[in-house]
């Protein structure tokens, strides 16, 4: 008895799906794929910039647009292929699939709640704020502290 375990289309490593330019699961998951690239397109770009402004003022001027830019082209591109690789697609499209069974409070739910959270939040600051003047007094009283 062999444990035999069958290789699909969603096992397919990393390193062999950025090389390749299929979309996978087209019309699946789209705003949660969507969003997850423009994240880490966001994040490559916030990261080559900063190595562009690190890299500013260098002796060689292309060195300091070249490393940022070829850097900037491959994370776009990483970007676009993680989000086409089969496991995690599959992964957003699941996210996707039941951020969608979420029941959403309404406005006025919401804003019936944030009360509650403010009053008990500014509630327990007072309470707590006279316990240390109790327990302070009594402290300087006992002579604990002066």
Do not use: H
């Amino acid at each position: 008895m062999s444990r035999e375990v069958a290789t699909s289309q969603t096992d397919s490593p990393l390193l062999s799906e950025l090389l390749s330019a299929g979309v996978y699961k087209r019309t699946q998951g789209l705003l949660v794929r969507r969003i997850t690239c423009a994240v880490v397109w966001a994040v490559v770009a916030v990261g080559c910039w900063r190595l562009y402004e690190t890299l500013k003022g260098s002796e060689d001027g292309v060195l300091e647009t070249a490393v940022p830019g070829g850097l900037f082209i491959a994370g776009l591109w990483f970007g676009f292929r993680l989000v086409n690789w089969p496991r995690f697609a599959d992964f957003l499209i699941a996210v996707e699939a039941e951020m969608n069974k979420v029941t959403w409070p309404s406005a006025t739910e919401i804003k019936r709640s944030s009360v509650v959270v403010i009053f008990t939040i500014f509630f327990l600051a007072i309470v707590l704020f006279l316990f240390d003047i109790v327990w302070q007094q009594l402290f300087v009283w006992l002579n604990v502290t002066s």
